[in-house]
């Protein structure tokens, strides 16, 4: 690995669509992109200067010298929103330690190609984005077969942070210990 990315968007289709800019571009990527959070990269290096409202980060492992990145991210419009560290970067062996347990993005058309780059990755996921209900009414059903009905405050790669309605404290269940989450039906009004 050469040089890292990282890529925010202001949902996880425009961030689909940067990606696949970037593979478009001719950049090759190493291993799948991983999802990181980006409220932790903003804190760490003040990159929002353009004052867009992101909501989802991935970060990329590229067999590219800085230069070369560069200089593929200045001719396209669509991918401007990429930071790249090379390996003189301060933070670069920090992330790089990140990368084995960060989680794979998976929902993207780019991925089919990077599977087939990488022929080891052949694990399949089944995963929905929960970002749509988010302060929405959902009941989670955990692995000890409790239900807990509330609000859905944040749902991220980890885990969902959620207020139940019996007014008891806030809850971060992971998904590890969720084995449902029910939306209920709203009735007509």
Not at 51 to 72: M, T, W
Not at 78 to 102: G, N, Q, R, T, W
Not at 107 to 117: A, L
Request: proline content about 4%.
């Amino acid at each position: 690995m050469k040089s890292l990315a990282i890529v925010r968007a202001a949902d996880i289709l425009k961030l689909n669509s940067k990606l696949l800019e970037l593979n478009r571009a001719g950049l090759n990527f190493e291993s799948k992109p991983k999802e990181i959070n980006l409220a932790s990269i903003e804190k760490i290096l003040p990159v929002n200067t353009s004052g867009e409202n992101y909501e989802v980060c991935a970060l990329l492992c590229l067999n590219h010298d800085y230069e070369f990145l560069q200089d593929k991210i200045k001719s396209s419009p669509l991918i401007s929103d990429v930071l790249v560290l090379d390996d003189s970067h301060k933070y670069f062996e920090y992330f790089v330690k990140l990368i084995p347990v960060l989680p794979d993005i998976t929902n993207s058309r780019i991925f089919k190609d990077i599977n087939k780059q990488t022929s080891d990755l052949k694990e399949k996921t089944s995963r929905v984005y929960l970002g749509v209900f988010v302060n929405r009414k959902v009941q989670v059903q955990t692995t000890s077969d409790s239900i807990h009905t509330g609000i859905l405050k944040h749902a991220d790669s980890i885990g969902v942070f959620f207020e139940p309605s019996d007014d008891s404290d806030s809850l971060f269940i992971t998904w590890h210990d969720i084995k449902k989450i029910i939306i209920p039906k709203e009735g007509k009004k």
